[in-house]
T-cell receptor
Framework: NAGVTQTPKFQVLKTGQSMTLQCAQD?????MYWYRQDPGMGLRLIYY???????DKGEVPNGYNVSRLNKREFSLRLESAAPSQTSVYFC?????????????FGDGTRLSIL | GNSVTQMEGPVTLSEEAFLTINCTYT??????LFWYVQYPGEGLQLLLK?????DKGSNKGFEATYRKETTSFHLEKGSVQVSDSAVYFC?????????????FGKGTKLSVKP
């Protein structure tokens, strides 16, 4: 089983360029999440989608937009990339939103903004 | 608010040594607690979880007990292997924030030498 698939795996952008990170899950999960991972910071939530058709801001949403395209796919867009957005981005999914639901993670997208 | 504090690494051990990674949390109510593991170049994988006080989560020889009185969820393993080398994240899930959101500690890097 593929689980959570993220594309691309690596990307280098110039400041001001735009980009969309793609995420798809094949587990029929209702909830999906986007995190960023920075050295010494753990993971921080950017946006999440509790169910198809809904999206909400997380801890660090500024500079990002998301689209829950359908139940399987949840994309993250950087409209005008900034060096501060250099990070590793992880998409995750869970069966339902809730306290006891473990999240399943993709392998990440390593993004560098020059 | 909700937060997770875990011991800073890196932690370097010899094979077959005993492992403890400390994790304490701050939360209102009754959060669920998780340990995730991240192997090099990969996404996070759920290692174990506990959903109520005094629960013990276990998997692959790792254990952690949910201690409400000390607000702790320390990770232990009796005999580590080289293959356990990874970054370990403690996390909690609680109401009051993004629904189903995970709050992560900063991660502890473990290196096991043969």
């Amino acid at each position: 089983n593929a689980g959570v698939t993220q594309t691309p795996k690596f990307q280098v952008l110039k400041t001001g360029q735009s980009m969309t990170l793609q995420c798809a899950q094949d587990m029929n999960h209702n909830s999906m999440y986007w995190y960023r991972q920075d050295p010494g910071m753990g993971l921080r939530l950017i946006y999440y989608s509790a169910s198809e058709g809904t999206t909400d801001k997380g801890e660090v949403p500024n500079g990002y937009n998301v689209s829950r395209l359908n139940k399987r796919e949840f994309s993250l867009r950087l409209e005008s990339a900034a060096p501060s957005q250099t990070s590793v981005y992880f998409c995750a999914s869970s069966e339902e939103p809730g306290l006891n639901q473990p999240q399943h993670f993709g392998d990440g997208t390593r993004l560098s903004i020059l | 608010g909700n937060s997770v504090t875990q011991m800073e690494g890196p932690v370097t051990l010899s094979e077959e040594a005993f492992l403890t990674i400390n994790c304490t949390y701050t939360a209102t109510g009754y959060p669920s607690l998780f340990w995730y593991v991240q192997y090099p170049g990969e996404g996070l994988q759920l290692l174990l979880k506990a959903t109520k006080a005094d629960d013990k989560g276990s998997n692959k020889g790792f254990e952690a007990t949910y201690r409400k009185e000390t607000t702790s969820f320390h990770l232990e393993k009796g005999s580590v292997q080289v293959s356990d080398s990874a970054v370990y994240f403690c996390a909690l899930s609680n109401y009051g924030g993004s629904q189903g959101n995970l709050i992560f500690g900063k991660g502890t890097k473990l290196s096991v030498k043969p």
